[in-house]
């Protein structure tokens, strides 16, 4: 069975810094045999923001009809989900904010109507991955950003010992992140990594 990569940009603007970095991370983990990457920039996904109108902790689903409907399944059938986003004002872009809070639904599933999220045998085997990129060098940048990163990830059952993360500072114009001196190199390094742990998990 391949490995499933799911990864969204999250990036307002295409082929931005966040993006970049993402787009070298997927280039690494495709040189594996067997690994089929799924990219989907968030803004052309069209996912609509959460109404927090509480309707899935009855429905088990959302009630609003968009992109989500194909996400969502795409989601649970990933083994690997790699979220980008650059840094906005000091927290997470809009694009993958909503992408976050749409995720409602897998925190209503699992928490109120008790239902899995993935089947048993899945369960503890799948890894997230979440890319970001700030302008700004300050070693804070990215705190108020993994808080809901991780809450994302929660919900859909990956846990925290199972989130990886590369966030690059002091790359502000765009393409900026190309001149810097680490971060190709550690997003080759991530990519590899996190496919041989999937292939240690999956038993490949």
């Known amino acids: ?93 809009s694009q993958p904010k909503a992408l976050i809070d749409r995720a409602q639904v897998f925190r209503s599933r699992k928490y109120v109507l008790k239902l899995p999220i993935v089947p048993p045998e899945r369960k503890g085997k799948r890894l997230g991955v979440f890319l970001a990129t700030a302008g700004q060098n ?22 925290d010992a199972d989130i990886f993360y590369l966030m690059i500072n002091g790359v502000d114009e765009k393409g900026a992140i190309e001149y810097h001196s680490s971060a190709k190199t550690d997003a080759d390094k991530l990519g590899k990594t996190v496919i041989a742990e999937l292939k240690t998990r999956l038993a490949l």
């Open 1 to 93: 069975m391949p490995i499933k990569v799911l990864a969204f940009a999250g990036s307002p603007r295409r082929h931005g810094n966040s993006e970049m970095l993402l787009d070298w991370v997927l280039a690494s983990m495709i040189e594996g045999q067997d690994v089929i990457i799924e990219k989907i920039a968030l803004t052309e996904a069209d996912i609509n923001p959460c109404r927090g109108c509480n309707a899935c902790e009855k429905l088990n689903k959302c009630i609003q009809r968009d992109g989500m409907d194909i996400w969502h399944d795409k989601i649970i059938e990933a083994d690997c989900i790699i979220l980008s986003s650059p840094i906005y004002c000091m927290g997470i872009a």
């Open 138 to 159: 300050w070693s804070y940048v990215f705190d108020a950003a993994v808080p809901s990163v991780k809450c994302f990830f929660h919900v859909i059952d990956v846990k």
